[in-house]
């Protein structure tokens, strides 16, 4: 048995470093890698020894990855196994191949056995959000937190997922509560962190969102594998307070420079933060050449994850690469009719769409942006990522129809804005860019107003 009562297979030392490494990947720390590491390189690993290694590899999301994957398929399915494991082996299985739903699935029948397998949770919970699953990242770890002691060591960091998911879901005041009892619980909780800076986010809070990051109250800047994304986080609270200077210190120092690892979850948070400081207009001088640069090995693979091609296009734009953007939208329409998985949808929904439409942005085919993603604005879910991520296409849908003088959709897609995000600078600011298009000067002013306002607070919380 593990820590928490499921069936293992393999020797009292196993089983401990297992349990160990389990409690490590709660905490995104990278000891979890090298457990995994040393487990798998025993003769014969035990079948979760396999299970967690290849699940290491998928959560990457990166095609190149999935050789090692095999290899710990391979693994599970040669060893004598029991049925949670066996389980595991069809879950990774499925994965591998591409049907990411089945896999969720999958492992959704080992939950319903075994609710404290927190591998099985945690896989699941990625899953869920790489495939823009709401609904998902709020019921699994609700359930699992049910079926967990209270007193268990790890229940703070199951109630950190739950926190997420209630964010995700619109569920922004038990979010805030939720997420704020695991940092409670457990200061170096990164996911729950993720889970309170999103519900600032969402709220329009962005004082209260740089103060939570900066206060102290958490260990998440440093040491963990989440630190890229959190510093990308505060980073967008500094671009809504009005400070690119301070998102560019944040992007140059945490987010992508030269000792960075070329980790695609990495690198599309840097592509998201440069593209909304292009967006508005701020010079980020050459740094979408070198991130362009980093991305070029990565878009010449079989497709595998839509999402991940998308921010690859917007370096590959930003970087006034244009042709090569055009590569990459092309190899993905080449692939569509014969592909396979969970991706062609993805593809064919959103992610193609949205790169046509960034290309079309990169050209200064402003109503061509407007064609492409107004359809999908409030399906883009289906490609996966959180409402912050994918919030980076809302701007851009925003930005092209003021761009293309097409200012009542801009008025109401900016009425939406600032009607769930009353304090959005952002929101306000194009607000009176609209209102001036339609030539209501005194709406414009009244807008401006409301963004100075709202804008000397926030400046006074990063200060």
């Not at 019921?139 to 997420?164: I, T």
């Not at 508005?280 to 991130?291: C, E, I, S, V």
């Not at 064919?348 to 407007?370: K, M, N, S, T, Y």
């Not at 109401?412 to 194009?430: C, K, M």
Request: aromatic share 8%.
């Amino acid at each position: 048995m593990d820590a928490h009562g499921n069936p293992m297979s393999g020797d009292t030392d196993t089983i401990e470093r297992y349990d160990r490494a389990i409690d490590r990947l709660l905490r995104y720390h990278p000891e979890v890698v090298d457990i995994a590491t040393s487990l798998l390189a025993e003769e014969g690993p035990a079948p979760m020894a396999a299970a967690l290694g290849a699940y290491l590899n998928l959560m990457s999301t990166d095609p190149a990855d999935l050789a090692a994957v095999r290899s710990c398929h391979d693994a599970i399915v040669g060893h004598p196994a029991n049925e949670r494991e066996q389980l595991h082996g069809r879950a990774i299985g499925a994965w591998q191949g591409g049907d990411w739903i089945e896999a969720g699935d999958i492992l959704d029948e080992v939950l319903y056995r075994w609710p404290t397998d927190l591998l099985a949770l945690i896989m699941a919970h990625q899953l869920a959000f790489f495939v823009g699953d709401a609904h998902q990242l709020r019921d699994r770890p609700l359930r699992s937190l049910h079926a967990l002691d209270p007193g268990d060591a790890h229940a703070g960091f199951v109630r950190g997922m739950v926190a997420f998911g209630l964010e995700e879901s619109g569920h922004y005041a038990e979010a805030l509560d939720s997420g704020m009892a695991a940092v409670a619980a457990n200061r170096d909780d990164v996911w729950a962190v993720h889970a309170v800076t999103h519900t600032h986010e969402m709220r329009g809070h962005v004082d209260e969102g740089i103060r939570f990051l900066t206060s102290g109250a958490a260990d998440w800047q440093a040491g963990n594998m989440f630190t890229v994304h959190n510093w990308w986080h505060l980073g967008l609270f500094q671009l809504e307070a009005g400070r690119p200077d301070r998102v560019l210190e944040i992007y140059d120092r945490e987010v992508h420079h030269a000792g960075s690892d070329g980790i695609a979850l990495e690198m599309l948070d840097a592509s998201a933060m440069l593209w909304r400081l292009h967006l508005d207009a701020a010079d980020t001088g050459a740094r979408f050449d070198a991130l362009s640069d980093a991305w070029s090995d990565k878009t010449t693979a079989s497709p595998w994850y839509v999402f991940n091609d998308l921010h690859a296009v917007i370096a590959l734009v930003g970087a006034g690469r244009l042709g090569e953007a055009h590569a990459v939208a092309d190899r993905l329409t080449a692939w569509l009719p014969n592909g396979i998985g969970t991706n062609v949808r993805m593809t064919a929904e959103i992610g193609l769409p949205a790169c046509r439409a960034i290309i079309a942005f990169g050209e200064g085919r402003f109503d061509d942006v407007v064609e492409e993603l107004y359809p999908i604005r409030r399906t883009l879910q289906v490609f996966g990522g959180s409402h912050a991520q994918r919030d980076v296409l809302q701007r851009t849908l925003t930005e092209a129809a003021l761009r293309a003088g097409r200012h009542e959709l801009a008025r109401a897609l900016l009425a939406e804005r600032v009607g769930v995000r009353e304090t959005s600078v952002y929101g306000w600011t194009r607000m009176a860019q609209a209102m001036r298009g339609l030539g209501n000067d005194d709406g414009a002013t009244t807008a401006e107003a409301t963004a100075e306002r709202h804008l000397t607070r926030f400046r006074a919380a990063s200060a």
